[in-house]
Nanobody, 125 residues
């Protein structure tokens, strides 16, 4: 049974840090490009980070230098380390993956093969 479960969201003060996890089961991440998206209230979904099978990454300008994506294929888990959080980072964060995806195509607007249900991160102003 395929499951994709994000965790680690919550309320964090501006300037703080948070780490999100995305654990998948029912398949292996080895051949997947993994990614994080977010959707802020009233805004469109935004692809913020990708990591390919070889470790290459993409970061959106909005998070560059503050957020980092990593993966542990042995644990079938993807992480999102968020530092220096700002109120504008408030959003529901989703993990997703694309089989044999190319980092050069990030951020993918479509065609992801799996999605998590999301976890809410709130940074009050």
């Amino acid at each position: 049974q395929v499951q994709v479960v994000e965790s680690g969201g919550g309320l964090v003060q501006p300037g703080g840090s948070l780490r999100l996890s995305c654990q998948v089961s029912g398949f292996t991440l080895d051949y997947y490009l993994v990614a994080w998206f977010r959707q802020a209230p009233g805004k469109e979904r935004e692809g913020i980070l990708c990591m390919g099978r070889g470790g290459g990454t993409y970061s959106a300008d909005s998070v560059k230098g503050r957020f980092t994506i990593s993966r542990d294929n042995a644990k079938n888990t993807v992480y999102l380390q968020m530092n220096s959080l700002k109120p504008e980072d408030t959003a529901v964060y989703y993990c997703a993956g694309k089989w044999d995806g190319d980092v050069a195509g990030c951020p993918y607007d479509y065609g992801m093969d799996y999605w998590g249900k999301g976890t809410l991160v709130t940074v009050p102003s």
